[in-house]
């Protein structure tokens, strides 16, 4: 879950989803999500300009410390993960979102065959990049590749041309659709999502409606008074049932939210030449 | 759950489903049951006169060191619980099975009312034995109130005095039906088992059926023939699908397992005087 | 260690005492003081009327999740906290410090013979109170003693009433000297420190000197410029080796610290009628 | 700690310092040497054909499973380390002892440089083993460069060209004195040990004196008549007083306990053609 907009506090966000449009609770949410929960992660933007993260391979239902935090912090921009594992170790360097400089990342899918095609792409990480590397994830691989490729300056072409190389490197392995994500980035200002798979059937993507239009929609559900005119929500599912609250990313899609306007365009994976 | 009978790889028990009466992995069991995991314990005989406990906060089926030890320990009477807080913190001292010398004590249920049955019931609990309390649920206390009316002595009047206590507590502060319980307590000989609730409308319990008459009635299954033959599961459902393998212990009922006989039998509290 | 003055970042308290009065870093104060660390506490106001409370049984040095809550919180009161274990369990719900309403208490200390004790001392909480004990130390019983004994309204007269209820509980049991304690506690708006013993022979407490007069002795001190005028530090230890910044609390005394002026007077016991 | 020898309680060797030649308990060692704690772990051969290993960030004098587990596990060979990290993030797969097949791997020292030289030698493991690499420690990179160069067949040759090429990365990296080491390795039978550094200034390496020249020398000493007659420590420092019990391995040297004769031999890394 990604939160972009007016400073919140991050309990309304994780705790109280009577106040946001989320209808469900961190709590059951988890519960529900969780049979197989792998830790868990929330990065956000407060003070200082890089993002903080708390991450813990406990379940998050239970982690008193994150209700206590989350009361203490308020924050514009905030992503919650809750991990599955496929398969590398349950441990807090392989918990979501991860942070580069300014940067978090978060992503819900799987690069299949990671465990063959790993050391192939270890290699095209920039060694300078390499070094900042902790855990051994495919998903933080994902972020890595896409960092070498310049998600700091064009994100859709830096993960475009990340896409490509795994594709690639899939096919010399013999690995025939490597590549399912939705991915969700940001710098703290802008945030973008990507929903895209090898075979073209992504794991789902929602975003919120504008606050403006739903409140003209439904005058009547008090928690769209008080959240703020900027509010922008990304979900893998709609997690409450409010008409015209929730719109799909279409297939192999990827947006940005933020000042200046939204936009979603199509994404096709850059193949290395 | 809880296994009885020849010395057994702990792993085979809560690892290798498919040598055993169980057709799903601790992994798989662990991911349906615990949404709410809030914990989790194994006790069993092994090494010296006491019983050892491992238990843990995080969840079991990410516990690397669970793993490590189960392959490494043979035991002739293991307990295994998965623990749903119910309001109590989660906290190793909070895991099942509780542990009293030569006792292992584990309980699925609810005391309603216990927080405020609470403190008259500690008041209850003997002072000797007061001091070797470590956490703060309902289970543990119910084990010590059992101890205190000589579950060491006498299993069956020990629980139904220690019941008789709640329910009457219960009544003083106006709880209606303050007892919910399926108990399993052992000395590493005889395994006790209790099915009970004030409302007469008790969770169910299920213990297996004579290896010799199983292996009769099924002689294709492999799993029956490496298990020994003094082999008896207790659980709190039937989770293989081998017809006539279980029987469930009827409402209101106590029951022991062990060397001597199998005995089934009515549970009644009995009323402090 | 507490603070009380101006908001002031967490991290700067706790990670870079270069711009504190206290000249070593959590990381190697807690090297030096913790090869028993069981578990440490950070407890603090900000967001809300209650203040937030961050426990960990894990080493304070290795808990990155610590420090990147501390780098996002700004606070007036803050106390820390590293814990010895006297024999009660390392659990997160016997770290200090403990919270009750806006109240947060820490102790460094021991009640001798608190095993014994125990039981009738908890008998002596306010049974309305008692629901809400989590753990099972010594300190976490002196404060609902406290609580008990009217801390939300008269501090000095509350903690002299627990210690004497402990000291003539300890008498019956034969204990000799059964308070050795030196308390810090606070309403978010004062701060209250309690030194004291038995055997009059007490563990040592500081607090700081004005910063006015701190900047007058040591103009070429830059950390003095940074800290705000209504800085108070109070210490087990004075860690920072400057002429005039650190002022002991005398033996058998207490203290408050805070708007309206700070005082110290002398401490003792209230023996219960 | 290396313990070689007739099978004995883990729990004597980690415990009970009394019956073993080391004058400590796990606990006040543990105190003592890990102000640094950044966590621990225990290997050792029991049931089936590969090592168990029980491994922990929580301090091991807190771990309560640890003490339980130690008194149900006997065993001919057990190695036990402390963890100090020198920059790697503190998770269990970056404690050791390391495990790959029926090998164990312990390792105490720096790679200076690491973090410049890792993706180099990183490319330098058999591509076959570097799949089963979990943590990002010079020390399991050092284990697995050893694997890669034979060490199932030939330890001492296999240490010699692992170290050789991490001082021949070293150098193209500028470090002058890339390697500062002392290993513990062992697979089930025999123990390896090895004690070298670049700049020929080793930490400290000692074996124990056979234990029927220890009964002479000292009759009255009880332990030495519960120690078998095949007990052999390894360990940094000779950790109990006493006279004759410990010998030193010479810098630049391994050695080899076990079947078949113990032997010391001098070791000199071997520089890649």
């Known amino acids: 879950m990604a939160y972009s907009g007016e400073p919140i506090l991050a309990a309304d966000l994780l705790f109280r989803p009577e106040h946001s449009l989320i209808d469900q609770s961190l709590h059951s949410r988890l519960g529900e999500e969780t049979t197989n929960g792998d830790g868990f992660?929330?990065?956000?933007?407060?003070?200082?300009?890089?993002?903080?993260?708390?991450?813990?391979?406990?379940?998050?239902?239970?982690?008193e410390n994150l209700r206590e935090i989350a009361r203490q912090v308020r924050t514009p921009m905030l992503l919650a993960h809750v991990r599955t594992s496929t398969g590398t170790p349950v441990q807090r360097s392989n918990c979501h979102p991860f942070r580069h400089g300014r940067w978090l990342w978060m992503h819900n899918g799987v690069l299949h065959g990671f465990h063959e095609m790993r050391r192939e792409l270890l290699l095209a990480v920039d060694p300078a990049l390499f070094l900042d590397m902790e855990?051994?994830?495919?998903?933080?691989?994902?972020?890595?590749?896409?960092?070498?490729?310049?998600?700091?300056?064009?994100?859709?072409?830096?993960?475009?041309?990340?896409?490509?190389?795994?594709?690639?490197?899939?096919?010399?392995?013999?690995?025939?659709?490597?590549?399912?994500?939705?991915?969700?980035?940001?710098?703290?200002?802008?945030?973008?999502?990507?929903?895209?798979?090898?075979?073209?059937?992504?794991?789902?993507?929602?975003?919120?409606?504008?606050?403006a239009t739903l409140r003209a929609l439904h005058p009547e559900v008090e928690a769209l008074q008080e959240l703020g005119g900027d509010t922008r929500f990304v979900v893998s599912e709609p997690l409450r049932d409010l008409e015209g609250a929730w719109n799909e990313v279409p297939e192999s899609s990827a947006?940005?939210?933020?000042?200046?306007?939204?936009?979603?365009?199509?994404?096709?994976?850059?193949t290395p030449t």
């Open 41 to 63: 992660g929330v990065g956000w933007y407060g003070e200082g300009t890089e993002p903080a993260v708390y991450k813990s391979i406990e379940p998050a239902w239970n982690d």
């Open 135 to 211: 855990g051994s994830t495919d998903s933080e691989m994902l972020f890595y590749l896409a960092l070498t490729f310049g998600l700091v300056d064009d994100p859709f072409a830096a993960v475009a041309r990340a896409v490509g190389l795994v594709e690639e490197v899939g096919r010399t392995h013999g690995v025939e659709n490597p590549v399912q994500m939705t991915v969700a980035t940001t710098d703290g200002e802008s945030l973008w999502v990507f929903r895209y798979s090898s075979e073209r059937h992504s794991r789902s993507l929602f975003f919120s409606t504008e606050i």
């Open 255 to 270: 947006g940005r939210v933020g000042p200046g306007g939204d936009e979603i365009r199509p994404f096709a994976p850059i």
